[in-house]
Every structure is written in structure tokens, then in C-alpha cells.
């Protein structure tokens, strides 16, 4: 199992454990974003237009647009939302 399938599962473990207590789990899972973390290898002319060729979006993610989601899963306007693993990579795993 890797990484990302034990993610999504323990997601849909602990949201089935406390679903009841009126507690959603979700999990965000970003791909590549312009960050000053990764702006040593992403901001590379290279890099960034192979990454950004990636998505049907065409771009590169900035940080706002991964919190605009989990600002989302924090608010009530999510309260059906539960034991999801939320794809943040502008549509690149299609």
C-alpha cells in the first residue's frame, strides 16, 4: 500500500470512528505548490512549465488555493462532506 491508499483509508476509518460525535475527517492531498519551500527547484522556467502542462488548468497552485479548501472543509458548508480524500492538484490526476 503506499502513502496516498493509506491516507484515504485511515480518512475513511476515523471518519466512520467519530461520524457520530458530529466530527468530519477529510484529507486534502495538494500536488505541486509555489511556495517559497519549493521555489529552489518549481521556479525553474523548466520545471515550472512541465508542471504546469500537468493540469488542464495549466498552472502552477499558489497556497491560497489549497486553503480556499480546507478553509471550506473547516466551515459548516461541509458538514456532508466526510471521509473524502480531497484531489488539490488542479485536475492533473485526471
Known sequence: MNSSAAID??????????GAQGITVNAVAP???DTD?????LR?????AAVS???????????ADVAD????LASND?????GQWID???GALL
Open 69 to 72: 479548501i480546507v478553509a471550506f
Open 44 to 48: 525553474n522556467d523548466e520545471v515550472w
Open 88 to 90: 488539490a492538484t488542479g
Open 31 to 33: 500536488g505541486a505548490i
Open 53 to 63: 502542462a500537468l493540469s488542464p488548468l495549466n498552472r502552477v497552485a499558489g497556497a
Open 9 to 18: 483509508s485511515l480518512t475513511g476509518v476515523l471518519a466512520k470512528e467519530v
Open 78 to 82: 461541509s458538514r456532508w462532506v466526510a
Open 37 to 41: 519551500m519549493n521555489a529552489d527547484w
